[in-house]
T-cell receptor, first 111, second 116 residues
Framework: KQEVTQIPAALSVPEGENLVLNCSFT??????LQWFRQDPGKGLTSLLL?????REQTSGRLNASLDKSSGRSTLYIAASQPGDSATYLC??????????FGGGTRLMVKP | DTGVSQNPRHKITKRGQNVTFRCDPI?????LYWYRQTLGQGPEFLTY????????KSRLLSDRFSAERPKGSFSTLEIQRTEQGDSAMYLC??????????????FGPGTRLTVL
């Protein structure tokens, strides 16, 4: 059974700092891994999708990497802004029909 | 089509009542998923449809829960005899059939259920 863990659970940084969010998973036989953003009380916004054959994906100030052999993914946020404050969730897809989510990292970027 | 839509956005009910939620996926998305998210946790998978067929159900989906997708378009999730432990955000997602399991899932805004 896939288990996904995100560390840290919460993170507070000053504006402008570069930061890394970590995601680990126990079953490396994944189809892909998705990173999501969730604002309080809202649904999930997909940020990046990394297929199992890929090493990384980039979108603007976001870069996600995937290391299947070690069961790890990281989300790098460059030059953080207060608008980046949200909960970030990673989810592994290794059954093809369901995502297994981590508990999320709650990020606060202070002006 | 602007994305996955869910109705209602909020539902408050008394324990023991039945509730029904609706999800409209992105047009032409054959795959539809339901997840449940409790406060401070990541979402958990409930069930999955491919067109009108319900192909997978989680053990979380007790006998009080039933999901349908009768015409392969919108889906409904019904909870009978609600309990306080059912209070959560219910999220719906969809993805296209082409590309199979490699596709990105797109999520709706969710329905927040509060059981008093």
């Amino acid at each position: 059974k896939q288990e996904v863990t995100q560390i840290p659970a919460a993170l507070s940084v000053p504006e402008g700092e570069n930061l890394v969010l970590n995601c680990s998973f126990t079953d490396s036989a994944i189809y892909n891994l998705q990173w999501f953003r969730q604002d309080p009380g809202k649904g999930l916004t997909s940020l990046l999708l990394i297929q199992s054959s890929q090493r990384e994906q980039t979108s603007g100030r976001l870069n996600a990497s995937l290391d299947k052999s070690s069961g790890r993914s990281t989300l790098y946020i460059a030059a953080s802004q207060p608008g980046d404050s949200a909960t970030y969730l990673c989810a592994a897809n290794n059954a093809g029909n369901m995502l297994t989510f981590g508990g999320g990292t709650r990020l606060m970027v202070k002006p | 089509d602007t994305g996955v839509s869910q109705n209602p956005r909020h539902k408050i009910t008394k324990r023991g009542q039945n509730v029904t939620f609706r999800c409209d996926p992105i047009s032409e998305h054959n795959r539809l998923y339901w997840y449940r998210q409790t406060l401070g946790q990541g979402p958990e998978f409930l069930t999955y449809f491919q067109n009108e067929a319900q192909l997978e159900k989680s053990r979380l989906l007790s006998d009080r829960f039933s999901a349908e997708r009768p015409k392969g378009s919108f889906s409904t999730l019904e909870i009978q005899r609600t309990e306080q432990g059912d209070s959560a955000m219910y999220l719906c997602a969809s993805s296209p059939l082409a590309g199979g399991p490699y596709n990105e899932q797109f999520f709706g805004p969710g329905t927040r259920l509060t059981v008093l």
